[in-house]
């Protein structure tokens, strides 16, 4: 049977280029509806058109690219819909994982793991570095998951990562409007880590949605994360 299994080839060149195609949706290098032309991106990228394409494709596949008939391949826009969506999948996958770690013996440790992540937020804020704060953020919750021990929960995270950037950086844009820091972030983020230290199960899956809903009450304000009961006459 193990005759069978081809060699392992190196990285082609339209997964490299999908990758740094990636990479710049994510760090907001390409804005949601940015059109991507290919004679400029095979020049940027000194390719043929070929590899390029396929690169693309693979973008269009795995939602971050749409294509218009006529016009050509645009950055995916996050419509209120989509950020609902991205937020009730991570709320959900972060409950199990608050979860599993308050349940725990390592809480503690995950705690302080957890506090360097905002205190690099509340560094990067002083220094007036958005891309680290945003980064910061994202560490908090990527660190929070895998303290779960759940690769399953790790792995649906690392599916949402994307489009989760892509709604961080939306959102700095919000607290900007707002003429607020990151120090309404900061707080929310140590509240967390205080429920957590406590082993107060109950205020830590509050907390968490609390931050959820705060994030989709900004970016989409006619939705809600919130289950209203059905009342029955």
């Known amino acids: 049977?193990?005759?069978?299994?081809?060699?392992?080839?190196?990285?082609?060149?339209?997964?490299?280029?999908?990758?740094?195609?990636?990479?710049?949706?994510?760090?907001?290098?390409?804005?949601?509806g940015t059109q991507?032309?290919?004679?400029?991106?095979?020049?940027?990228?000194?390719?043929?058109?070929?590899?390029?394409?396929?690169?693309?494709?693979?973008?269009?596949?795995?939602?971050?690219?749409r294509s218009e008939p006529h016009r050509g391949l645009f950055v995916i826009d996050l419509e209120p819909d989509d950020v609902h969506d991205?937020?009730?999948?991570?709320?959900?996958?972060e409950r199990a994982a608050a979860q599993r770690v308050v349940r725990g013996p390592h809480r503690e440790q995950v705690a302080d793991e957890l506090a360097k992540a905002v205190t690099t937020m509340a560094e990067a804020d002083e220094q007036n570095d958005p891309?680290?704060?945003?980064?910061?953020?994202?560490?908090?919750?990527?660190t929070l998951i895998e303290a779960s021990g759940s690769r399953r929960l790790v792995r649906m995270a690392s599916t949402l990562l994307i489009e989760?950037?892509?709604?961080?950086?939306?959102?700095?844009?919000?607290?900007r409007r707002n003429s607020q820091g990151a120090d309404e972030r900061v707080a929310e983020h140590n509240r967390i880590i205080e429920a957590l230290r406590r082993g107060d199960e109950e205020l830590l899956i509050?907390?968490?949605?609390?931050?959820?809903?705060?994030?989709?009450?900004?970016?989409?304000?006619?939705?809600?994360?919130?289950?209203?009961?059905?009342t029955q006459e």
């Open 1 to 32: 049977m193990l005759a069978d299994i081809a060699p392992v080839s190196r990285e082609s060149t339209a997964s490299i280029i999908a990758r740094q195609l990636r990479d710049a949706i994510m760090n907001g290098a390409l804005p949601p």
């Open 86 to 93: 991205i937020y009730w999948a991570r709320s959900a996958i």
């Open 131 to 142: 891309t680290a704060l945003i980064e910061a953020d994202l560490t908090f919750h990527e």
């Open 164 to 175: 989760t950037r892509m709604c961080l950086s939306a959102l700095q844009h919000t607290y």
């Open 36 to 65: 991507l032309g290919e004679t400029e991106l095979a020049s940027r990228f000194e390719v043929s058109r070929g590899p390029l394409r396929e690169a693309m494709q693979r973008l269009v596949s795995e939602g971050l690219l």
């Open 206 to 230: 509050t907390l968490l949605e609390a931050h959820m809903e705060d994030a989709v009450r900004r970016l989409a304000p006619d939705k809600t994360l919130v289950t209203k009961p059905s």
